[in-house]
């Protein structure tokens, strides 16, 4: 079945510098790969996602890439503030029988400090 | 708006007790799944169901049941809970295969 890594579990950068979360995933079937905000006590949130026939998508200031080869994706946050600050969980698309559901990796909690 | 909705959203129980968590949604969406969240562990799928006829296992299923009642309601059950099912747990839905899921506001379950 389809493994997901995600990494760095923490990062903590200063407001106005950039931050890139990275995840690797198992399955070559996979073709959908979203990227969930969490703020402190609330629920996940899409905050963008990317489909396998398309290497790069950006939305303001948060980009995503995918290396389908290397089977690696990344979300990149530009200038960040400190409402950024969440945890950011990637996940991968899972390939069943029954159908497509997601595998999630285990998180990065990201702190912007002003 | 349309939403999707978990009763109750905290609860404590005893080992050994059955317990029942909800999940409703006014989105219209074929799609429901729960997850659990624990700390350091993310998101992981427990069980997600495609329509009313169809039940899958996800990766961690064991020691949790399901029913899927109506295309809008989505419930998880714990025949004989145990502490480590202490944790959050999430329902989510979405319309279609590889879409966006959108989350409930969870339900913290504690168990003693």
């Known amino acids: 079945g389809e493994n997901v890594e995600q990494h760095p579990s923490t990062l903590s950068v200063q407001e106005g510098d950039s931050a890139v979360i990275k995840c690797t995933y198992s399955?070559?079937?996979?073709?959908?790969f979203p990227w969930y905000k969490q703020e402190l006590g609330k629920r996940p949130q899409l905050i963008i996602d990317?489909?396998?026939?398309?290497g790069e998508k950006k939305d303001q200031r948060i980009a995503v890439t995918l290396n389908k080869t290397a089977k690696h994706f990344s979300l990149h946050i530009t200038e960040t503030q400190p409402e950024d600050s969440a945890v950011y969980f990637c996940?991968?698309?899972?390939?069943?029988?029954?159908?497509?559901?997601?595998?999630f990796g285990k998180g990065t909690t990201l702190s912007v400090s002003s | 708006d349309a939403d999707v909705t978990q009763t109750p959203r905290n609860r404590i129980t005893k080992t050994g007790k059955r317990i029942m968590l909800e999940c409703s949604q006014t989105?219209?969406?074929?799609?429901m799944y729960w997850y659990r969240q624990d700390p350091g562990l993310g998101l992981r799928l427990i069980y997600y169901?495609?329509?009313?006829?169809?039940?899958n296992k996800g990766e961690i299923s064991d020691g949790y049941s399901v029913s899927r009642q109506a295309q809008a309601k989505f419930s998880l059950s714990l025949e004989s809970a145990i502490p480590n099912q202490t944790a959050l747990y999430f329902c989510?839905?979405?319309?279609?295969?590889?879409?966006?899921?959108?989350f409930g506001p969870g339900t913290r379950l504690t168990v003693l």
């Open positions: 989510a839905t979405s319309e279609g295969q590889v879409r966006e899921q959108f």
């Open positions: 989105k219209g969406h074929d799609r």
């Open positions: 169901s495609f329509d009313v006829k169809d039940i």
């Open positions: 996940a991968a698309s899972m390939v069943g029988q029954a159908g497509t559901a997601l595998i």
């Open positions: 399955d070559s079937a996979s073709n959908y």
């Open positions: 990317i489909r396998s026939n398309v």
